[in-house]
């Protein structure tokens, strides 16, 4: 299932778990304290002036990241400032888009962005998709994103980090101030690679600012903001469960799949994101854990109130946040040290002395598309479509026990298909798929068949889930060709190309 | 029903915003029949919808109209009701009838029947999937007075379609002229019971069960009580039809005819549920409970549930697939009335093996009486679909 990638300078994937491709990291360049105030201070007016100070032309990679996620205001007043700069064909580096970045759909078409590096979707993703990009959409996990960084294929010329507070040496955190996000684990890799760093801020305090999250070593420049994002957009004041009822019977399944399985037991360690079958997953298994007396040792998420809750009463020994989502995983982690901020080197990265993935007992994820051999597809639509960013998916599928909780059938369109879309994530990796219908254990992992057996979950082939979702759809989705041209790559977390992604034409 | 031609436009289903797994079809005169439709599955499913439309359009001898329709990832279940109920509404004539060979067999169990608004087919394949003893179609109150058409159509796809086995289906039909449309149409459908609201007297139930009868239909009868007068007739309402199966009670619209308001604890509407209940079982039928209306607190349910057991119900409606387990934990015996109750089954069977008469289990009399409420107990707790 190699992708012809012919005209591509990109090897292709050789299988899960191979060398790496290089034997050195990168080094960032040596940088001398000659070069900067004794007294400390780093601040500069404007990000236009910061973006003439760092050198900035034609063609350099810049970077952000989404720890604001959809109120996210830098990447817009970032880029105005490299178009009123008359520079051209910038790469964008960013950790994740979100539909806020629609915005910048004028500056892909004016010429100030040639491509952008990483996961698309929302507008952008159909932009992309419909072959409107000049550049190739490279889609990294965030354990990938780490690794193409500090492995070389991405070399970063100048990172933007918007830091919620910051002091005027560049010591930043995300846990306090007005546009609190909690941590900034995503640009840690940029603040560490790159050969310029600038830190926007619109809490600038006092120095230090501590505990740091990013030290100011890592920074050249500090700029004051009026406002980096809109507080509404970046974190919910609560995470909402899912109000389905079928999202809510996954969520379930999966829960009594973990308990029947022997997954939930003491000391147990598990990551469920802040998707609404995720989110509820945490609530079952909270209830399981707290009428059984069970406690875990850590979970890794997307860090929410449910996980917080969890945190405060004992049932779970530490959180081992990726990202924050709600103002209580805020709270959190400002205030409980048993709250962690983690970058995707310590979580994910493939490229390093081990990662936190592969130590979990359970993952539970989503998808777009799985198929009958357990391949997954998490980043396009059965039409083609850019849909998500693989985010930390990929990473994940390295758990002890990697479970995809996903609806059988979404608005007609089966979700197990004889072939996918678009590769994402090999089915060696992933273990169980949860949907409305029943439970499909790989049949590679006859562990997990043999443990779950006579527990009364609904356990079928996934076959027998697939054949059940084409009756009510009415057969198999037709086959349509996508045009030749090549928009996007998916990367494995090595940097090999596991797939590519073809243009589609416009919806009408 | 509507009759006559087609003079002006008008939509079926619906489209945009939140709506998910429907098609708006909007229905315009034309000299000639045409079609355009836009699809969020599109380009998945582009041909399979175009035959559908095609080979419906087909049968009704495609009329002058034109069809835009709006797919949200319409099920083709959805798309057969809702072009049909085009077509019909734009000719002016009846959903025609349903005709199954489809027999599913109930489980006997009635604990919890689900509600589920039939012009809602979001909400209809996966109603199964909850495992409640029976799934309502509402016809009636959940669905606007504008679209009944279409929601027919829908409950009559939705029966033939898809797989009810292990459920007994009920379609719960409007009173009036359009009941009686409903009934006509699903009269020979895989339909196991119609519910028959706001019945009053016997004589409500007897011109259904004559339309019934005239087409040598299978369908049984739940009349569902809902006044103070029902109330009143409650025994001649249960006994006067061999179709009834059992005698429901709706609350929401009982307290409102009497002037009381609907209370946690019930005391308002006591006299109606042991008047229904007593009628139910002196005309050898089921008795069941009224919906609950909360589904977010579900010990509250559950305890519901439970009152509705011990007072002698055999089940309540839902509104929620939330509540259905709940109310399976309520109609459940405990671990220690399990016990008590099979110790008595299994004396009082012993008992009448050997020739004995009144027998004692734990220090208490053990007769018939006492026989058959464990024996139902265990039933209720052990059969059908227990989660």
């Known amino acids: 299932m190699i992708p012809d990638l012919s005209g591509f300078d990109m090897a292709g994937y050789r299988g899960i778990a191979q060398e790496p491709l290089r034997s050195n990291r990168v080094a960032p360049k040596v940088k001398s304290s000659a070069d900067y105030p004794p007294n400390g201070d780093k601040r500069t007016p404007t990000i236009l002036e910061a973006l003439k100070k760092a050198g900035l032309r034609d063609g350099m990679v810049v970077s952000t990241h989404h720890h604001l996620r959809n109120g996210d205001e830098v990447a817009l007043q970032l880029f105005e400032a490299i178009r009123s700069l008359g520079v051209k064909d910038i790469v964008w580096f960013p950790s994740a888009v979100f539909p806020c970045h629609e915005a910048l759909i004028p500056y892909l078409e004016d010429g100030t962005i040639h491509h952008i590096e990483g996961s698309l979707n929302g507008p952008l993703g159909d932009y992309a998709t419909e072959g409107r990009m000049r550049g190739l959409a490279v889609l990294r996990s965030h354990g990938n994103r780490y690794r193409s960084i500090q492995d070389g294929d991405v070399h970063v010329d100048i990172a933007v980090i918007a830091a919620p507070s910051s002091d005027y040496f560049g010591n930043c955190t995300g846990a306090i101030g007005k546009s609190a996000c909690g941590g900034l684990g995503f640009a840690v890799a940029d603040s560490e690679y790159a050969d310029h760093t600038i830190v926007v801020t619109d809490n600038l305090v006092e120095f230090p600012c501590v505990p740091w999250q990013i030290a100011g070593n890592k920074v050249d420049q500090v700029v004051e903001l009026d406002t980096i994002g809109d507080p509404n957009q970046i974190v919910a004041g609560t995470t909402v469960l899912t109000s389905s009822p079928e999202r809510q019977r996954i969520a379930r399944l999966a829960a009594e799949f973990v308990k029947a399985a022997g997954i939930l037991r003491e000391g147990w360690s598990f990551q469920a994101g802040a998707g609404g079958i995720s989110l509820s997953f945490v609530v079952y298994v909270q209830q399981m854990m707290a009428t059984s007396g069970i406690k875990a040792s850590f979970a890794r998420g997307g860090s929410t109130k449910y996980l917080v809750e969890m945190l405060e009463n004992g049932q779970v020994g530490a959180i081992l946040d990726g990202q924050t989502f709600d103002l209580e995983g805020v709270r959190s982690i400002r205030e409980n040290p048993n709250h962690v901020m983690t970058t995707p080197l310590n979580s994910y990265c493939y490229h390093t002395k081990g990662n936190f993935a592969s130590i979990l007992d359970c993952a539970v994820l989503g998808a777009t598309e799985v198929d009958i051999n357990f391949n997954a597809n998490v980043v396009t639509h059965s039409d083609g479509r850019l849909l998500h960013g693989i985010g930390g998916w990929q990473d994940a599928l390295f758990s002890q026990c990697t479970i995809l909780a996903v609806p059988s059938i979404r608005n007609r369109i089966p979700i197990i298909r004889d072939e996918l879309t678009t590769l994402c994530g090999p089915g060696e990796l992933i273990d169980v798929i949860v949907t409305e219908r029943g439970i499909a254990i790989n049949p590679m992992r006859q562990d997990l068949i043999d443990s779950a057996k006579g527990s009364g979950l609904p356990l079928k082939s996934i076959q027998e889930i697939q054949r059940e979702s084409e009756i009510l759809a009415g057969g198999k989705p037709e086959q349509f060709e996508p045009d030749e041209t090549t928009i996007g790559l998916v990367t494995w977390v090595d940097g090999t190309v596991i797939d590519t992604i073809r243009k589609v034409s416009k919806k009408l | ?387």
């Open chain 2, 1 to 387: 029903m509507v009759t006559g031609g087609l003079a002006v436009s008008f939509a079926v289903g619906y489209a945009g915003g939140e709506v998910r797994s429907d098609v708006e079809i909007t229905v315009t005169p034309s000299a000639q029949f045409s079609f355009e439709f836009s699809s969020s599955t599109s380009p998945l499913f582009d041909q399979s919808i175009t035959h559908q439309i095609e080979t419906i359009a087909k049968q009704f001898g495609k009329p002058k109209v034109h069809l835009k329709c709006i797919d949200s990832g319409a099920l083709p279940m959805t798309w057969i009701a809702r072009l049909t109920a085009a077509f019909c509404l734009a000719s002016g004539v009846s959903i025609p009838p349903m005709v199954s060979e489809k027999r599913y067999l109930p489980t006997g169990l009635r604990r919890s029947r689900l509600y589920v608004p039939a012009n809602t087919p979001k909400l209809i394949p996966n109603a199964p999937l909850f495992r409640p003893d029976a799934v309502i179609l509402d016809l009636e109150e959940s669905v606007h007075a504008n679209r009944k058409v279409e929601a027919l159509a829908m409950a009559a796809f939705a029966s033939e379609m898809l797989d009810w086995s292990g459920i007994e289906l009920m379609v719960r039909v409007n009173s009036g002229p359009q009941g009686d449309f409903d009934i006509a149409t699903l009269a020979q459908s895989s339909v196991a019971t119609f519910i028959l609201p706001k019945i009053t007297c016997a004589d409500d139930v007897l011109r259904v069960d004559a339309i019934l009868d005239d087409s040598g239909s299978h369908v049984r009868l739940i009349p569902l009580i809902e006044s103070a007068l029902g109330v009143e007739h409650a025994f001649e309402i249960a006994s006067c039809s061999e179709r009834i199966t059992a005698l429901s009670l709706g609350l929401e619209d009982y307290v409102t005819d009497i002037g009381a308001t609907r209370t946690i604890e019930q005391s308002e509407s006591s006299f109606a549920r042991a008047r229904v209940l007593n009628a139910a079982r002196a005309a050898g039928i089921m008795p069941l409970a009224s919906v609950f209306p909360g589904f977010q607190n579900l010990d509250e349910v559950e305890e519901y549930a439970r009152q509705a057991r011990n007072a002698g119900y055999e089940g309540i409606g839902c509104i929620h697939p939330n509540q259905i387990d709940a109310v399976h934990r309520g109609f459940c015996a405990t671990p220690q009335e399990l016990e008590k109750a099979n110790q008595i089954v299994e004396t009082y069977n012993s008992a009448q093996v050997s020739g004995g008469g009144v027998i004692g289990v734990d220090g208490s009399m053990a007769d018939l009486p006492t026989y058959l409420r464990a024996k139902r107990l265990i039933e209720q707790s052990g059969g059908g679909n227990l989660s």
